[in-house]
């Protein structure tokens, strides 16, 4: 598979503190990734010294082939990193046209990515009047104008509200779907869960988890279950091999399995055992659920 | 390069702020120069005219322009330090280099306009001095109007070292009004400087050391003209002859500041972490 970034052994010291450990990971063309990590955990870092702005302590990196120096890789790349950065004094059209010599690309895309995120009717007005989530869907029209390899995407929905965000996740998906190479860093899980097919989870600066997001850990999921035979399910359950670890809160018991077993097998084990389920679920654990036990085996 | 300098130039003309800044630095002296050369009537009371003097005939025409024209430096002063202070206040540098701007293309992009609008300035004072010059002068001979045209180079570095100055200044502090502040603090401290060695060791010494500091180098360049006025006017005016001329170690001087402040100001920005 084609990779666009590769990471080896990157470290980022600031002072005493060090943001980023010995941190090693590719991205492959074609996929959605997610860099999920609690504040502070070097997400922005790690961003910030692939996309030249911050100076690496150790190790190394390249971009596609790793031919091209970091500057030129860059044009291929579209990026937003925290908040939109542009010129207040000028209007959406001539910021964009200003990105457009940087990138060395032709003009004539600027209308064309303004529809994609809605803002062509606005594109004669000064950046400084747009509200925050009109500024950075102007950074993603921005991003997009050199039709970018990967679009990396750093806390795209941060201090938006809900119709925004939702406006946003839209437009990821939509680039997503034409096939573009996302990178998207969050904190927030849900996030990363609806868009990405991989994650890279960081903790204080170290890699925890690189790969895809439903091997995150190794579960084969579990039932959530309630019955009017509540201690013969109990029985039954602790009983079988193919249940680990069982939990009960009221009424409902979620149990673990070891082994694969889908929802019609349990169903039909469960009425043979002459016990009739009134509820009957199976999950795999959330990401939110998988990056919690994740950060706290480490 | 062509498009390093497109690029600096619509951050600065998009911007009302500079654009006033710009056309004060450039056109005002150039008006000032025009109406001083023009006869001014004082309400009938006594009738100004600079030119009667002989100011402005060739080649001194050059000196005095060129030393008074370079007194307006101060309002571009202000646009470099912050077309500086700007891009880190709007976090825009951070942006511009994500785009794909390298940090060398950056300092380049911001040297390349120091250079333009240098030329520009020099190449406005050229073509007003000569209309002046040519009015006011009897002489037509080429060679003896271009004699001392020197002058207008040695303006040309004057701006662009001290641009170059305060685009280091804009580099340092990030912020616009610091490195005015700082640029002021360097001119005092020259003078400090002088101070301390005119006391220490003699005058002579210290007035030559003066002389390889950046401020003072680049007003040495072109030296103040009022004593050559005075010397063309007074009746044994040789008596108070002085050292006027553009020399080629000033000239060196005041490059090789450009360079190292140039070449800092990258330093600056390629350790930095944005």
Known sequence: ?298 | MLRLLQLELQKLLLNRASKVLIFISFILPFFVIILSSLRINFFGFFVLELGHYGLFNFPIVWHITTFFASQFKFFFAIVVVSMIGNEYSNKTIKQNLIDGLSKKEFILSKFYTIIFFSAVATILIFIICLCIGLYYSSISEPHLIFRELEFLFAYFLKLVGFFSLCLFLGMLVKRSAFALAFLFVLFILEWIIYGILAWKIDESTADKIQNFFPLKSMYKLIDQPFQRIAISKAPNGQDFMYDFAVHWYEIAIVMGWTAIFIFLSYRLLKNRDL
């Open chain 1, 1 to 298: 598979m084609e990779s666009i970034l590769t990471i080896n052994n990157l470290t980022k010291k600031f002072g005493y503190l060090t943001a980023v450990k010995d941190l090693s990971f590719t991205i492959n063309k074609g996929n959605v990734y997610g860099i999920l990590g609690p504040n502070g955990s070097g997400k922005s870092t790690t961003l910030g010294i692939v996309l030249n702005v911050v100076n690496k302590t150790e190790g190394n990196f390249h971009w596609f082939d790793g031919n091209t120096t970091t500057h030129d890789a860059l044009k291929r790349v579209g990026a937003i990193i925290e908040r939109p950065n542009f010129y207040p004094y000028m209007t959406a059209e001539q910021n964009l046209r200003l990105v457009c010599r940087i990138k060395d690309v032709d003009q004539s895309k600027i209308a064309e990515k303004l529809d994609i995120v809605g803002l062509l009717d606005r594109k004669d007005h000064k950046f400084k009047t747009y509200s925050l989530g009109m500024k950075q869907r102007l950074a993603i029209a921005s991003a997009l104008l050199n039709d970018p390899e990967i679009l990396i995407l750093d806390e795209p929905t941060n201090g938006l509200d809900p119709q925004g965000i939702h406006q946003i996740r839209q437009i990821i998906k939509d680039i997503a779907n034409n096939g573009t190479t996302i990178l998207l860093a969050s904190h927030l899980l849900d996030e990363v869960e609806k868009v990405c097919t991989h994650v890279v989870v960081l903790r204080k600066g170290e890699k925890l988890y690189s790969g895809r997001v439903d091997e995150m850990i190794s579960s084969h999921g579990f039932f959530e279950l309630k019955a009017e035979q509540h201690d013969a399910l109990i029985n039954v359950l602790e009983t079988s091999t193919s249940f680990g670890n069982i939990k009960i809160e009221d009424q409902l018991i979620t149990a673990f399995l070891n082994e694969p077993m889908d929802a019609k097998t349990f169903n039909q084990l469960m009425f043979d055992k002459g016990i009739i389920l009134s509820h009957l679920v199976k999950r795999k654990e959330s990401l939110e659920e998988q990056f919690l036990q994740l950060t706290d085996k480490n």
